[in-house]
Antibody, heavy 119, light 110 residues
């Protein structure tokens, strides 16, 4: 089955770290760019970060630059998001997405993993 | 990376057409033909409906169409159906391997 499954979310205190994972199956993972997109409860979508198939090109939203690091392991068919210095405004459902045609279109999404930053 | 501007809500009756606008700047919408639209039903993951401003992925009905003029992109849904009721988000490439979403528009089918 073609799917993405996110994990690693949870409740974390401000200033702490969390690492999200996204496991891919059913497609040739290393053929595609991957992205993270987040959605605060009851609010809209926000692009977080993207990584090319080879990890050679990476982009970040200004809101997370310097705090979050995207990476991938093509052998393990997995995408990661290391989140440091977490803030209350990082509270959101984090989706991973598979690139389509061009790296920035997402034609396959996971169900998301919820990150709550609170003391 | 400021969010693209969309109307908060639009509505239409079954069979009618609605258009959702998405306004950015010359650094995103106006600078690239890399605009996409996503549909999101409550509690579900987003679904890609339009890419490259006007193209539809396989399986998306041709009732959905996209266009762009200057810094504003638009999504038009013709022949509205009850199942089209959802939130719609535009998204644009913004250079240097970044992209930006719009704030989202809630479509109500009356």
């Amino acid at each position: 089955e073609v799917q993405l499954v996110e994990s690693g979310g949870g409740l974390v205190q401000p200033g702490r770290s969390l690492r999200l994972s996204c496991a891919a199956s059913g497609f040739t993972f290393d053929d595609y760019a991957m992205s993270w997109v987040r959605q605060p409860p009851g609010k809209g979508l926000e692009w977080v970060s993207s990584i090319s198939w080879s990890s050679g090109t990476i982009g970040y939203a200004d809101s997370v630059k310097g705090r979050f690091t995207i990476s991938r392991d093509n052998a393990m068919k997995s995408l990661f998001l290391q989140m440091n210095s977490l803030r209350a405004e990082d509270t959101a459902l984090y989706y991973c997405g598979k690139g389509y045609i061009d790296d920035w279109y997402l034609d396959l999404w996971g169900r998301g993993t919820l990150v709550t930053v609170s003391s | 990376q400021s969010a693209l501007t969309q109307p908060r809500s639009v509505s239409g009756s079954p069979g009618q057409s609605v258009t959702i606008s998405c306004t950015g700047t010359s650094s995103d919408v106006g600078g690239y033909n890399y605009v996409s639209w996503y549909q999101q039903h409550p509690g579900k993951a987003p679904k890609l409906m339009i890419y490259d401003v006007t193209k539809r992925p396989s399986g998306v009905p041709d009732r959905f169409s996209g266009s762009k003029s200057g810094n504003t992109a638009s999504l038009t849904i013709s022949g509205l159906q009850a199942e089209d009721e959802a939130d719609y988000y535009c998204c644009s490439y913004a250079g240097y391997y970044t992209q930006v979403f719009g704030g989202g528009t809630k479509l109500t089918v009356l």
